[in-house]
């Protein structure tokens, strides 16, 4: 159990049907952003930014400012997304491997495959080489973190046309108008909900 000042007493009745392992008390107030990944927990809180061992609760390293969204964590790096910057870690030590320097805060990290897509908060989508912080290309008025399938991008554009793009290139493979629902996923594929309440698969069979 990670603890914050709003969750400082576990409730009782929670209390009676789990075990606690360990407990880890936390400065501020609140978790604003964290991540698990095989066996390491990343959590921020009030300007610090904790990497936790999940078995035992003991605080690998810290960094002394707060995530701008969830981190990601893949094949023994942490990418944690800061206010002016997105910074690919060692999970064990905490060492940065890169930095790649923004200007416009994060609001959305996701990995796929080799890349880390990037959304900010002037709606702009971006893919990272998570080998060398490479910014590889970017695309403009994209709404809300995108949906990845099979190499390819699924986004929500801010104006309202759903998008499928290229993950290597970042080139559009088609667009279409909609004022449908956000992008959701389930074992139907990837779909969203029009205006009169009907589902349109985008992607079926995930």
């Given amino acids: 159990v990670v603890e914050s000042g709003e969750n400082r007493r576990l409730d009782e009745s929670l209390q009676s049907v789990i075990d606690v392992l360990w407990r880890m008390p936390l400065p501020g107030t609140h978790i604003a952003h964290s991540g698990i990944d095989a066996g390491y927990i990343i959590v921020s809180d009030t300007g610090v930014t904790s990497a936790v061992d999940a078995e035992s609760g003991r605080i690998l390293w810290q960094r002394n400012m707060a995530l701008s969204c969830d981190p990601v964590g893949r094949d023994g790096s942490w990418y944690l997304p800061f206010s002016q910057s997105v910074e690919a870690v060692d999970t064990d030590t905490g060492n940065t491997r890169w930095v790649a320097d923004r200007s416009v805060p994060t609001t959305a ?59 290597i290139t970042g080139k559009p493979y088609w667009r279409v108008n909609s004022t449908a629902s956000p992008l959701h996923s389930s074992n139907l594929g990837l779909y969203v909900i029009d205006e009169s309440a009907d589902t349109i698969v985008l992607h079926d069979g995930l």
Wanted: aromatic share 8%; net charge negative; hydrophobic share 45%.
């Fill in 109 to 167: 990290l996701m990995a796929h495959g080799d890349l880390l897509l990037a959304l900010n908060s002037e709606e702009f989508l971006y893919a990272i080489s998570r080998q060398s912080s490479e910014v590889l290309w970017g695309v403009a008025d994209i709404a809300e973190c995108p949906l990845t399938y099979d190499g390819i991008i699924y986004a929500k554009q801010s104006n309202g046309p759903i998008t499928a793009i290229d993950a």
